[in-house]
């Protein structure tokens, strides 16, 4: 059997078990959030004020940070009786052994969280990472994005994981905008609220908790929250419009949670440096009343900047609570945020019933994730099985589908394997998997490979050597881990791409984030131009599929680059 038909019968295999394995949970979490519950009630009543206020807080986990910092999370968990850790950076099987450990000095099961937007390889080494939200934005095929959104909670469930804080429900209409960008699934609202359901129902329905980011919309905006408080200057129509309606198309579907982001809104509030997160205006009036949302309301990180520039030392927590979060994330001062809550409940700044219902939603969507029965994480086998050959086939797939030709036609793209053939990968430092296997096509050819800083004499030299080529095939690729909307390339390595693109029938392939097209001006006159908006092996092996024509282009662009090139085109072959 081809292997390739064993990779897809795995696949099939496996979300066919994940799907079986949530029909025992036949009520939603919505409802088991709001619903009553012997366990829930058991444990609340077992808890005193402290210990309930503690339930809401979140504390930062790492396991790449050695054993003095991991000692000090865990006397925070005995001290504190927190109700929950986010992982960050580390190893799946250090984050399991860990996890283990800290669950025993737990009065009540913690439940762990981590940012997964593209899965677990967004924090850990020796683990999957599936195709960023702008990759998927591209995707035609809603079908693949469920299936990723089910083996990411695979993925987070065997490694002890209860939350993803995921999808990003942003639409990024904004191409300089520092935070969210190549997180979004575009700037067509519509498109960004299919995609952003697909994913979550797929995690959901598999039985993980979703949380979606970053209400009531972090798009259009040029500040990044970690280090200042952005300011969304837009009337209440814009917003309910455009940056709410992927909000309310998820509510409407039954997403779990809602992240609030860090940005002031006068047209929603009008006080003056109060972020989003500690409005009670926004979190209660609009999400909860208005939109009816009546699942978990989480805060962005509370250590950020966007909130303690103007409220330090756990002042921002206490703002948040009584706005109506009722998950609190990695507070810069969980203790002194937690005495000053206690202090605001004991004086009655918020009802005995929101209180008792925050905590009991907390312990709820525990008991929803199984924590009222928590079982050990083995760790053995435990990297094998978040490298399972079926995400690999699956992250294949969905990067064939989200290849987007924007120029060209099937005639430049296929050129004469015989003639002499340039195959140019710009921006590495060594040769590309792109150039490995596009050579297997055209035997014919020679290997060059430019980095982002190649000096003047380099590239003369390049120029003249190609003039003794018939044609070429150029790989723009950004290397970094995060990719922005600029390639860091010099100005006279960006000349060299628009000096390539002139020559007759051209093939371009760019492995970075699409907006960044806008920034080499000539690319738009080539043959033939292809936009596979990530670096990723993945990503070249399908360009080189399309290129040869193993299979068509059925992407489209999830955003407008220029004028040139705008939102949902693509070229039909």
């Not at 984050?95 to 677990?120: F, H």
């Not at 005995?352 to 199984?370: I, Q, R």
């Not at 800083?453 to 095939?473: C, G, M, R, S, W």
Request: proline share 4%; with cysteine.
């Amino acid at each position: 059997m081809q292997p390739k038909k064993i990779f897809t019968i795995i696949l099939l295999l496996t979300i066919s078990f994940l799907a079986k394995n949530t029909l025992a949970q036949k009520t939603s979490l919505i409802n088991t959030l709001n619903g009553q519950n012997n366990w829930v009630d058991s444990v609340y009543e077992k808890l005193n004020r402290k210990q309930r206020v503690a339930q809401l807080f979140f504390i930062r986990a790492h396991t790449n940070r050695g054993k003095a910092y991991e000692d000090s999370v865990g006397k925070v968990i005995e001290h504190e009786h927190v109700g929950g850790l986010v992982f960050f950076q580390g190893g799946p099987v250090r984050q399991a052994n860990l996890t283990n450990i800290y669950q025993k000095q737990s009065r009540v099961p913690l439940m762990i969280a981590m940012d997964g937007e593209w899965g677990l390889g967004m924090r850990l080494d020796s683990t999957v990472s599936y195709p960023y939200q702008m990759t998927l934005g591209a995707i035609q095929d809603n079908n693949l994005i469920y299936k990723m959104g089910q083996m990411v909670a695979y993925d987070f469930k065997r490694l002890g994981v209860q939350i993803n804080f995921g999808p990003v429900f942003d639409v990024n209409n904004n191409p300089d905008n520092p935070v969210i960008n190549y997180r979004s699934f575009g700037d067509n609202k519509y498109n960004v609220a299919r995609k952003g359901i697909a994913y979550f129902t797929g995690m959901q329905d598999a039985g993980l908790i979703t949380i979606a980011k970053h209400f009531p919309g972090h798009g259009d905006t040029n500040v990044d929250s970690h280090f200042d408080l952005p300011q969304l200057s837009f009337s209440r129509e814009r917003l309910d419009s455009l940056e709410e309606y992927p909000f309310r198309e998820a509510i409407n579907a039954g997403i779990g949670g809602v992240m609030i982001a860090h940005m002031n809104i006068p047209a929603l509030d009008t006080t003056k440096n109060l972020a989003s997160t500690l409005s009670r205006p926004i979190v209660t009036g609009v999400l909860k009343d208005s939109l009816r949302f009546r699942g978990l309301v989480a805060s962005d990180a509370m250590e950020m900047k966007g909130v303690t520039k103007y409220f330090p030392n756990g002042e921002a927590d206490l703002h948040a609570f009584l706005a109506g979060n009722d998950l609190i994330e990695l507070s810069e001062n969980s203790k002194n945020a937690e005495k000053l809550i206690r202090k605001a409940v004991r004086k009655g700044k918020i009802s005995k019933e929101e209180f008792e219902a925050k905590v009991k939603k907390m312990l709820a969507a525990k008991y929803w994730a199984g924590l009222n029965n928590y079982k050990e994480i083995s760790p053995a086998n435990l990297v094998q099985d978040l490298n399972r050959p079926a995400a690999a086939e699956l992250i294949q797939q969905l990067s064939d589908a989200a290849v987007t030709m924007i120029k060209g036609d099937s005639r430049v793209l296929r050129q004469d394997p015989m003639k002499r053939t340039a195959i140019i990968s710009i921006g590495v430092t060594g040769q590309t998997t792109f150039q490995r296997e596009l050579f297997k096509w055209y035997p014919n050819s020679n290997l060059f490979v430019v980095g982002k800083n190649t000096p003047v004499p380099e590239l003369n030299n390049i120029l003249a050597a190609l003039k003794q080529y018939d044609q070429v095939f150029v790989g723009i690729h950004d290397t970094r881990l995060r990719p922005a909307s600029k390639l860091d390339y010099s100005s006279d390595v960006k000349l060299l791409i628009a000096d390539l693109a002139a020559r007759p029938n051209s093939v371009i392939s760019v492995f970075a984030n699409p907006y960044s097209i806008a920034g080499l001006p000539g690319i738009e006159k080539s043959g033939a131009l292809l936009a596979c908006y990530q670096k990723d092996d993945a990503l070249q092996r399908s360009a080189v599929k399309v290129i040869t024509g193993q299979q068509k282009p059925i992407g489209k662009l999830p955003v407008s680059i220029n004028m040139y090139f705008t939102t949902g085109m693509s070229v039909a072959l």
